[in-house]
């Protein structure tokens, strides 16, 4: 890997020793091992994003011709109005659902703070 063989990596941490101190090397190391496992899990999940396959569209529920015009109307218009509230969950979460989560958020942080300063 690179070359580097076990004197060269031992020079390498003697002068990481040196240079840094007992104290403040191993908690390099841990923030090291912490980005690279936070890279990887970005990594798989950006890979796993990419080749999932989309999901099919939702098919509309059909209402049964027993029942009368007015109220299959209304069952139609109800099953279109939940699935365009409610979008139909994905594999992994995307950059727009993402952002939408976060706006919803913080719309619920100012309501709260509002609400909070209101009973004060």
Same mark, same amino acid.
């Given at each position: ?5 076990? #004197? ?5 941490? /003697? ?12 908690? !390099? ?17 950006? @890979?796993?994003?990419?080749?999932? #396959? ?9 209402? #049964?011709?027993?029942? #009368? ?5 209304? $069952?139609?218009?109800?099953? $279109? ?8 969950? $994905?594999? !992994?979460?995307?950059?727009? @659902?993402?952002?939408?989560? /976060? ?12 609400? /909070?300063? @209101?009973?004060?």
């Amino acid at each position: 890997m690179f070359g580097i063989g076990v #004197p060269e990596l031992i020079l390498i941490l /003697v002068v990481g020793l040196i240079v840094f101190g007992p104290g403040k090397l191993p908690e !390099m190391g841990r923030s090291l091992g912490k980005g690279i496992r936070e890279f990887r899990k970005a990594s798989n999940a950006l @890979t796993a994003a990419i080749n999932a #396959p989309e999901p099919p569209p939702a098919q509309p529920a059909a209402a #049964p011709a027993a029942q #009368p015009a007015a109220q299959s109307a209304q $069952t139609v218009q109800a099953t $279109t109005e939940a699935s365009a509230a409610a979008p139909t969950p $994905t594999a !992994m979460p995307t950059a727009a @659902t993402a952002a939408a989560a /976060v706006e919803a958020h913080k719309a619920e942080q100012k309501d709260a703070a509002a609400e /909070v300063k @209101t009973q004060s």
